[in-house]
């Protein structure tokens, strides 16, 4: 508090214990009000202390205690021959809590008792002892003005309450919004990870699974066969070993991050060419002129194809023919991947909770602002057709 200005200080000291300052604001005033009423008469110190009393709650109940205190106005006007001056001191300040604490409606009735009760009060209290009527007027009127500007106050600390309020409100929900940001960006990171994660995993698994069932049935015959197949799965493990630590490290904050280069669409003829040595018969056809695209595009281009052909090595089952195209459109790249297999629709169409086959596909290409289909292909086999624009809209 104290690299706060004095005045800031106050005004957070009173805002804080603004309930026990009104009340001690009414204590000392009552008994001021008292000591000076007490030869009044009862009436006197009855509406001296009814004027009073109610400002010790005139901002936890304002309308009540401000009512209150005009109702014992106008009985000091008609009850009291003379201005009762330290009673008549409770006047502007109830009218500012009006202003500055309640609604417009309540406010405005306020505003026009106080301007009738000035009214009235001037001519009757100053329109005696030889002072003529020209006199009274004028005090009259220098009494509403005094009425106006007391509320005029009061109506700009209403003012400033409001904006207080509202940037208290704003601030509270940028600050819900960035929450809401840093969650969604993290869900985002976490759901890219898991599909680069299924990806890695799928296709090496699929691939080491592949090449050893092909590697052990084959050894007896061709030995050659058996040392291809280990090397193909020492290759892929050492591949998915390395995108595996580059995409574990940013979840990890001890260490710096590992980083390799992220395939893309130039990368399908080593990937077919990949399937291709551990015996999958896969044909690839590019078409068109080679266009710009970038670079999470063209990652999502590799995905596509990369998780199509996984599926069909899953999937489509033995002797099955695959069939990529790459087609640089016009506006945009076509990719299309089929086989003949069997079996394969049920496996891609019925995937297991939370997994990233036909979903994760879906969801990278509308990332770019693309968008993928994939069913049954009349008479057996499946297809898989993917379109990436190559400028985003």
């Known amino acids: 508090m104290a690299r706060f200005p004095l005045s800031e200080r106050w005004y957070r000291w009173s805002a804080a214990h603004a309930v026990g300052i009104d009340r001690v604001v009414a204590a000392l005033l009552s008994l001021i009000c008292l000591t000076a009423t007490v030869d009044g008469g009862v009436d006197a110190v009855l509406v001296s202390l009814g004027m009073t009393v109610p400002l010790a709650w005139r901002r936890s109940h304002t309308i009540v205690s401000g009512f209150v205190v005009a109702g014992f106005s106008i009985a000091h006007l008609l009850l009291i021959p003379q201005m009762l001056l330290p009673s008549v001191v409770a006047v502007p300040i109830a009218l500012y809590a009006f202003a500055a604490y309640t ?7 306020a505003l026009l008792i106080a301007i009738g009760g000035a009214s009235v009060g001037g001519l009757e209290y100053f329109a005696y002892d030889g002072r003529g009527w020209q006199e009274a007027v004028i005090t009259s009127t220098f009494l509403v003005v005094f009425v106006l500007a007391v509320w005029a106050f009061g109506d700009l600390r209403r003012v400033r309450l409001s904006e207080i309020e509202g940037l208290t409100e704003r601030a509270r929900l940028l600050e819900l919004e960035r929450a809401q940001e840093a969650e969604l960006a993290a869900l985002g990171e976490r759901t890219r990870i898991a599909r680069e994660m299924h990806d890695i995993v799928a296709h090496s698994l699929t691939v080491v699974i592949a090449q050893a069932d092909g590697g052990r049935y084959g050894a007896a015959q061709d030995p050659q066969a058996a040392i291809t197949a280990l090397e193909t799965i020492a290759s892929t493990g050492r591949q998915a070993l390395t995108d595996m630590r580059a995409l574990l490290s940013v979840l990890r904050e001890d260490r710096p991050r590992d980083f390799s280069t992220m395939p893309g669409v130039d990368d399908i003829d080593g990937l077919v060419a990949e399937l291709q040595r551990g015996g999958l018969d896969v044909d690839l056809t590019v078409t068109g002129e080679r266009r710009e695209l970038s670079t999470g595009a063209g990652l999502t281009a590799y995905r596509i194809v990369q998780e199509s052909l996984t599926n069909v090595l899953k999937h489509a089952g033995p002797g099955a023919e695959a069939r990529v195209l790459v087609n640089w459109g016009e506006r945009e790249l076509e990719l299309v991947v089929t086989d003949d297999g069997r079996g394969g629709a049920a496996a891609l169409i019925e ?5 990233q086959g036909v979903i994760g596909m879906t969801e990278r290409a509308k990332l770019h602002g693309g968008r ?6 009349a ?3 499946y297809r898989v057709r993917g379109l990436l624009p190559y400028v985003a809209p």
């Not at 993928?372 to 292909?377: D, E, I």
């Open 103 to 109: 609604p417009r409606w309540s406010s405005y009735t």
């Open 379 to 381: 008479g057996g086999g």
């Open 351 to 355: 995937s297991s909770p939370g997994g």
């Open 372 to 377: 993928l289909s994939a069913g049954p292909v």
